[in-house]
């Protein structure tokens, strides 16, 4: 069977990583998964994207990013100014969207996402805040044209949240769930419980390359409002407007609050909580992040450091926890990786 053509546009640190993952491993995922892969189209904000309906030589596209030089300098490819056009023009079995678009709109990966879709082309992303605003909307505009849309990665990166919860425990009625969500407010909150500030614990946090160098979204709490939003929308299959969640971030906890939920066992997590009054999705929402000290019995209580978990409530499986690491660029791709897979394995199953 012809390899799996991919269209991988951004091509920052998780975009790297997987072109740096599929040229390593070419050969492992064809015999372990019965499917090569190929990347024929490659994009970047700065160059535009670059194409070789036979397979770019990602060695060498990678060494010219690392290099400084434009990633459209390689022989023998054609080149068009925008990933939009380069989309447009040419042809692939998958996107993988890997830009990182604001919150304001979630574009240009909410367009690109749509561009693929609209072909009838699978696509899978890390890139939050496109799902978060109209995750309900991709999902549907892919079901209509038959292909996948996954987007593991934007939930806890490589743990397996979103897959667990919908193909895990497919069938079961999801009605709430509670989580921690962010990798570097949990490790800020976690050092502060030992006695360090705020400010030394978010400094180290940065040190080692967890937060942000402009850390507001991590710790203001808009990181983790969009993972509510993406949950809400993927496992519960309702769209929530950015209003409906409430926010606080831990900018204004003391060490002394922190102290004091230790001394007395527990511990003070940054809590997101997606709840609804009725089954799948329905009814009243209640939707929020804040700090909450939580009792030591609390399974939330135990995550420490850059570890994240969702512990969701189902009929009739009761409660599921799914814990693991929540950051970095390499779980990030581990988690775009993952789809990839799912996306060629069902293509394979349905050609
Ligand atoms: N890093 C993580 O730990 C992590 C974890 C989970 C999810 N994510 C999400 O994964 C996505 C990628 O993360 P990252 O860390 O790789 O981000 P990044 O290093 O900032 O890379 C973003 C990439 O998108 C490209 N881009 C921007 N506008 C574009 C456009 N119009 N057309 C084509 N490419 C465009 C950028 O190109 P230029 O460099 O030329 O501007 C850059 O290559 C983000 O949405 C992020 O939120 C990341």
């Known amino acids: 069977m012809s390899p799996l053509r991919i269209w ?3 091509f920052g640190m998780v975009g790297r990583w997987l072109a ?11 015999t372990r998964y019965g499917r090569a892969v190929t990347v024929v189209g490659i994009a970047n904000g700065h160059d535009g994207f670059v194409y070789d309906p036979d397979g770019l030589d990602l060695a060498a596209v990678l060494a010219a990013a690392d290099a400084g030089r434009p990633i459209t300098g390689q022989p023998g490819t054609r080149v068009w ?24 709109d979630g574009e240009p990966g909410l367009t690109h996402m749509r561009q693929a879709l609209d072909r009838g082309i699978a696509v899978v992303t890390s890139n939050k805040w496109p799902v978060a605003l109209h995750g309900t909307e ?28 919908t193909e895990g425990i497919a069938g079961a009625v999801p009605t709430a769930l509670r989580g921690v969500l962010n990798a570097t407010a949990n490790f800020v909150l976690s050092q502060m419980a030992d006695g360090t500030s705020y400010e030394d614990a978010l400094t180290s946090a940065q040190r080692e390359g967890l937060a942000e160098r402009d850390p507001a979204a991590d710790v203001e709490g808009h990181d983790t409002v969009a993972k509510v939003m993406i949950l809400s929308a993927l496992v519960f299959g309702r769209q929530l407007y950015r ?27 940054h809590v997101a909580t997606l709840a609804f009054s009725g089954p799948d ?26 570890s994240n978990a969702v512990v969701c409530q189902a009929s009739p499986v009761g409660q599921v926890t799914i814990t693991g690491p929540g ?3 390499q779980l990030a791709g581990q988690g775009v990786l993952s789809d990839i897979i ?6 394979l199953a349905n050609s």
Request: glycine share 10%; hydrophobic share 45%; aromatic share 2%.
């Open 8 to 10: 991988l546009i951004g």
């Open 20 to 30: 740096s993952a599929l040229d390593a491993h070419t050969g492992r995922l064809a």
């Open 81 to 104: 100014p925008t990933a939009i056009e380069g989309l447009r023009a040419t042809e692939a079995d998958l996107l993988v969207e890997v830009t990182a678009s604001p919150s304001a």
């Open 138 to 165: 991709l999902v549907a505009l892919a079901r209509r044209q038959g292909v996948p849309f996954r987007a593991e990665s934007t939930v806890m990166s490589g743990t397996p949240v979103l897959s667990t919860l």
């Open 243 to 269: 209003e409906q969640v409430t926010c606080r971030g831990i900018t204004g906890i003391t060490g002394q609050q922190a102290r004091q939920a230790a001394s007395a066992g527990g511990r003070l997590r």
């Open 281 to 306: 999705g329905a009814g009243t929402v209640t939707a929020r992040v804040q700090p909450e000290a939580l009792p030591a019995r609390d399974p939330l209580a135990s995550i420490e450091g850059v």
């Open 327 to 329: 950051a970095g660029p």
């Open 342 to 347: 799912a996306a060629a394995r069902w293509q």
